[in-house]
């Protein structure tokens, strides 16, 4: 009662085997290529991350530099004696600064990644 009914008999050839090892060679590299694209897409996103962290870093301390700048500036105290004299004083550091260059202020960043960044001021 209990028979199992085959047509054909499964004769396991060497061209059969031949198949098989191909098989078998497929679904390996096409595991390590997966794995590998998946590591190089998390790598990719973590590398992002980090230089978001570094531009932001770099953004506050620019503009914490620039608001002790504007604090410096605004305590400032200027006193005018008569108008005269102001005058006079405006005109000479408009001279003054007519003939000096103008230098520009320059702060230098490096990241950790070894990129070297200049602001200007």
Known sequence: ????????????????????????????LSVFVLITLASVCIYAEYDRNKSEQVS?????????????????????????????????DIEA???QENDKPVQVQKDKYVTSGGYTYYTIK
């Open 1 to 28: 009662m209990n028979q199992i009914l085959i047509n054909q008999k499964l004769y396991v050839t060497p061209e059969l085997k031949r198949k098989k090892k191909i098989y078998k060679f497929d679904f390996i």
């Open 56 to 88: 932001q870093q770099m953004l506050s301390d620019i503009n914490t530099s620039l608001e002790e700048k504007k604090q410096a500036q605004s305590d400032i105290l200027v006193i005018a004696l008569n108008n005269a004299q102001e005058n006079l």
């Open 93 to 95: 550091i408009n001279n």
